[in-house]
């Protein structure tokens, strides 16, 4: 109150936005007029910064408000003049020649008047910076003392604390209360000693460890969804680029027939394999060629099939049953489906990861419990994630590769191919971000809609299969 009284500007630092308030309501009791600088008042930060120089004014800030400007002593002559202008009713963007015209005179004036509060407060000591507690961070500290002593003027920090702050409490406080308890020390009365520094510097160093192995834990976790996420997005951006998949498809359909084959006769002796369940599973994901009954006639029986040769069999009659899709579809067009169908269930198998992996690692502490590392234990089941996701790709692939209906459009701009039960990925299309179970607005005029343009709801689709089919109408 005394440096206020006085005339020297004060900037008084707090821990964050509630205590920045509670300060704000003692200072109004007294009868001290201030301004508060915090999240709640981003719309007028400028305007306070601009006036935290000038002389007698008080702010109250948290230590995020208003970083990366200086505090100029006397204030912002370029502020002063804008807001004096628009005060007359010269706004830059309703009449910008009569603004830029008395622009020069009016900042002039405003430099002069600045320059001379500005030589006052230097001989009152500059800005006062006034630390209502200690960070957990020296970092924070030091940059609330830095608002002070810029470009050459002069300044002043100090900071008060209490062995009841909560960095306090948490270390050493009660080591420092009954030293100070057994020399007779009364509540009220400050005590700067190199004792009591020293044990805020501690607490400080070791708030700092713990938040840097906190930091470095998080990226370890991170650092194995991180690897996961480079095999998935090259895989993208190459079918994104164009890629040809047709190897990789073949490889899909081998894989996935024959993970259907070992796992319907990895159990028991052939008589007591249930081929007719595993025929019924296949079926789903490709229409199967040949029958059980074949199959016996060709081994002399049911109990001379071996499990090799069934795989073999139905892995070559799906390559045949692929060749003849893309004999029908023709290559380009089988092409195009590859990696329409690749991308989509890319996509849609791997947000559907991201869900499980979070799920994971939100419980994975409690490993601890039983002795084990939950980084190895996350480690090893986010693994075991990855690779059934990844051979869900391969079987949901080759599903929908040949159960997928495809049809050909010829429109203006070439052959559009369309393919049901397949999101349509366009790379040229912008990015659009939407909260899930968006409010879709009805479209209500029609007039100037093509039929194979997109959709002016922003669906993505064509404005045929989208408001202007008519059962959607």
């Known amino acids: 109150m005394e440096r206020n009284r006085n005339g020297q500007p004060v900037l008084v630092g707090t821990v964050s936005v509630e205590k920045s308030e509670e300060l704000s309501g003692l200072l109004t009791k007294r009868g001290i007029k201030h301004e508060v600088l915090n999240a709640k008042q981003h719309e007028r930060e400028a305007i306070i910064i601009a006036r935290a120089g000038c002389k007698s004014a008080v702010t109250v800030a948290t230590n995020m408000a208003g970083r990366g400007t200086d505090i100029m002593l006397g204030g912002n002559a370029e502020f002063f003049a804008d807001f004096n202008l628009q005060a007359r009713g010269l706004s830059p963007a309703e009449n910008p020649e009569e603004y830029e015209a008395a622009w020069p ?24 910076v006034l630390g209502t507690e200690r960070h957990e961070s020296r970092r924070i500290d030091n940059q609330l003392r830095g608002r002070s002593g810029r470009q050459g003027d002069p300044g ?14 948490r270390f050493n406080s009660a080591l420092v209360e009954r030293f100070l308890g057994a020399a007779g020390i009364p509540d009220d009365v400050p005590i700067e000693s190199k004792m009591v520094s020293n044990a805020i510097r501690s607490a400080q160093t070791q708030v700092e460890s713990q ?26 951006r190459e079918v994104l680029e164009g890629a040809n998949l047709q190897e990789q498809m073949t490889t899909f359909i081998e894989d996935a027939v024959a993970t259907y084959a070992a796992f319907g006769t990895s159990q028991g002796f052939p008589e007591d394999w249930d081929l007719e369940a595993l025929w019924v599973s296949l079926h789903g994901i490709y229409p199967v060629g040949i029958t059980v009954s074949e199959l016996e006639e060709e081994c002399g029986g049911r109990s001379g099939i071996s499990s090799e040769y069934l795989q073999q069999s139905l892995v070559e009659d799906a390559l045949k049953k692929y060749a ?34 979070d799920y994971l690692q939100e419980g994975i502490g409690l490993r601890a419990m039983a002795q084990r590392d939950p980084l190895v234990e996350y480690q090893k089941e986010g693994y075991e994630l990855f690779s059934a996701m990844m051979e869900g790709i391969k079987e949901e692939s080759v599903g929908l590769l040949f159960s997928a209906e495809v049809s050909v459009e010829k429109t203006n701009d070439g052959e559009q191919i369309q393919a049901r039960g397949i999101s349509n990925q366009e790379e ?46």
Not at 115 to 120: F, G, P, R, V
Not at 156 to 169: G, N, V
Not at 211 to 236: A, C, G, M, S, T
């Open 211 to 236: 938040n840097f192995e906190i930091r470095k834990n998080v990226l370890k976790y991170d650092d194995v969804l991180n690897r996961q996420r480079q095999v998935i997005y090259k895989e993208r």
């Open 156 to 169: 002043e920090s100090r900071f008060y604390l209490s062995l009841q702050d909560d960095l306090m409490r």
């Open 324 to 357: 003849e899709r893309e004999t029908t579809l023709t290559p380009v067009i089988m092409r195009e489906l590859e990696r329409r169908v690749v991308l989509s269930v890319l996509d849609r198998r791997w947000r559907d990861h991201l869900y499980e992996m």
């Open 428 to 473: 040229d299309r912008e990015l659009q971000y939407s909260a899930p179970g968006e409010y879709q607005a009805p479209i209500t005029k029609t007039d100037n809609v093509s039929r194979n343009s997109l959709c002016p709801c922003g669906s993505g689709k064509k404005y045929k299969r989208c408001h202007g089919d008519p059962r959607n109408r």
């Open 105 to 128: 005179t009016e900042v002039a004036n405003q430099r002069a008047q600045v320059a001379a509060e500005h030589d006052e407060v230097v001989g009152l000591g500059g800005l006062y």
